[in-house]
């Protein structure tokens, strides 16, 4: 059996899917696209664009429930 959680979310999403499990699929997606936000929101942090960091927050609460 894998251990969808040792996987990277894209992949352990694909899996899920997959194999019929399209509630665990979903969750691993969240988990993929707020995984993507994080990134962006720290390298907008780096640039330190006040701008550019409201955008990406504005986004990533459209991401949680």
């Known amino acids: 059996m894998i251990n969808l959680i040792k996987l990277p979310p894209a992949d352990a999403e694909r899996i899920a899917y997959a ?9 691993f997606a969240r988990v993929s696209d707020l995984e ?10 780096e ?3 006040p701008q550019k960091i409201a955008n990406v927050a504005t986004n990533v609460r459209d991401l949680l429930p």
């Open 19 to 27: 194999e019929g499990f399209t509630g665990v699929g979903d969750l």
């Open 36 to 45: 993507h936000a994080i990134y962006i929101l720290l390298d907008a942090i």
């Open 47 to 49: 640039e330190g664009d």
